[in-house]
């Protein structure tokens, strides 16, 4: 499913270190999302989807974010029991269709 907006264009500025810019934009070109950073200029990124959007929010806090807190969401999240759908069982009588 593709999200846009049509003839509008969000902006968001985000007072980023210099140092931590140009990890953000190297890291966002690896992940394909769209961006530009040019010298002396800010980091511009294009978010068009759904995913692009958490990427460039879990990249943004993986450089910006303090240390415990980014410890604090691993632990959380190791917390957290995994479902897996092949593991659940099925009532009888059911079908999946």
């Known amino acids: 499913m593709e999200f846009s907006i049509p003839d509008t264009q969000l902006n968001s500025v985000l007072q980023i270190d210099r140092v931590e810019r140009w990890n953000i ?20 990124v294009e978010v068009t989807t759904a995913s692009s959007a958490v990427q460039l929010w879990s990249v943004v ?3 910006t974010a303090p240390r415990h807190t980014l410890i604090e969401r691993l632990e959380r999240c190791r917390q957290k029991p995994m479902k897996s759908p092949a593991s659940s069982p099925r009532k009888r009588g059911t079908s999946s269709r």
């Open 61 to 63: 806090q993986q450089f």
């Open 25 to 44: 934009y190297s890291r966002l070109q690896q992940l394909d999302v769209s961006c530009s950073c040019s010298n002396g200029q800010p980091l511009r």
